[in-house]
C-alpha cells in the first residue's frame, strides 16, 4: 500500500488522502488497490501514521468529513425529517465506528453537540481544517 501511495507521488499514506479529503475509505482504497485493498486497511495505516505524528484528532476530523461527504452530499440538510435524521445518524454512526478508542467520548460529545445545535443548512466541511469541526474537536495532541 505504502509502495503505492510513494508511487503516485505521495510521502505518506495521509499525504495521500489528505490531498483527496472528500474520497470514502473505500474510494481511497479503490485508487491504490482495486483488487487488494480495502478501506479497513487505509483507516488503519492512517491511525499508525496520526499516532507517530500526534495528529490522530484531525484524523478524526477528517474521517467525519469522509462520512459527511457520502452521507449528505448536499450538506446538512435543513430540516431533520425521518429520512434525513437516518442520514445525519448514519454518518455519526459510521463516523463513531472509524474512531481510535483514545477519541470515542469526544467523538460522541461532537456528535451529540451537531444533534443539539445543528450548524446552518446546507453545511459542508470540505476538509479536517473546517472552523466548525476544530470548535468541535479542537486539536489536543502535544
Same mark, same amino acid.
Given at each position: 500500500?505504502?509502495?503505492?501511495?510513494?508511487?503516485?507521488?505521495? &510521502?505518506? $499514506?495521509?499525504?495521500?488522502?489528505?490531498?483527496?479529503?472528500?474520497?470514502?475509505? %473505500?474510494?481511497?482504497?479503490?485508487?491504490?488497490?482495486? &483488487?487488494?485493498?480495502?478501506? %479497513?486497511? @487505509?483507516?488503519?495505516?492512517?491511525?499508525?501514521?496520526?499516532?507517530?505524528?500526534?495528529? @490522530?484528532?484531525? $484524523? %478524526?476530523?477528517?474521517?467525519?468529513?469522509?462520512?459527511?461527504?457520502?452521507?449528505? +452530499?448536499?450538506?446538512? +440538510?435543513?430540516?431533520l425529517d425521518d429520512a434525513n435524521r437516518f442520514k445525519v445518524a448514519k454518518a455519526l454512526g459510521l463516523w463513531s465506528s472509524f474512531t481510535p478508542t483514545t477519541h470515542e467520548e469526544r467523538v460522541r460529545r461532537a456528535g &451529540?453537540?451537531?444533534?443539539?445545535?445543528?450548524?446552518?443548512?446546507?453545511?459542508?466541511?470540505?476538509?479536517?481544517? &473546517?472552523?466548525?469541526?476544530?470548535? $468541535?474537536? +479542537?486539536?489536543?495532541?502535544?
Amino acid at each position: 500500500m505504502y509502495e503505492r501511495v510513494r508511487e503516485r507521488g505521495y &510521502d505518506s $499514506l495521509t499525504a495521500f488522502a489528505e490531498a483527496r479529503p472528500t474520497a470514502s475509505l %473505500v474510494a481511497l482504497a479503490e485508487e491504490l488497490g482495486p &483488487d487488494d485493498i480495502a478501506g %479497513v486497511q @487505509v483507516f488503519s495505516g492512517l491511525v499508525a501514521e496520526a499516532e507517530r505524528n500526534h495528529q @490522530v484528532t484531525r $484524523l %478524526v476530523r477528517g474521517q467525519l468529513v469522509r462520512e459527511l461527504c457520502t452521507c449528505l +452530499p448536499n450538506g446538512w +440538510p435543513a430540516v431533520l425529517d425521518d429520512a434525513n435524521r437516518f442520514k445525519v445518524a448514519k454518518a455519526l454512526g459510521l463516523w463513531s465506528s472509524f474512531t481510535p478508542t483514545t477519541h470515542e467520548e469526544r467523538v460522541r460529545r461532537a456528535g &451529540d453537540a451537531l444533534l443539539a445545535t445543528p450548524p446552518p443548512p446546507g453545511w459542508r466541511p470540505l476538509g479536517p481544517d &473546517d472552523e466548525l469541526l476544530r470548535t $468541535l474537536l +479542537p486539536d489536543e495532541e502535544a
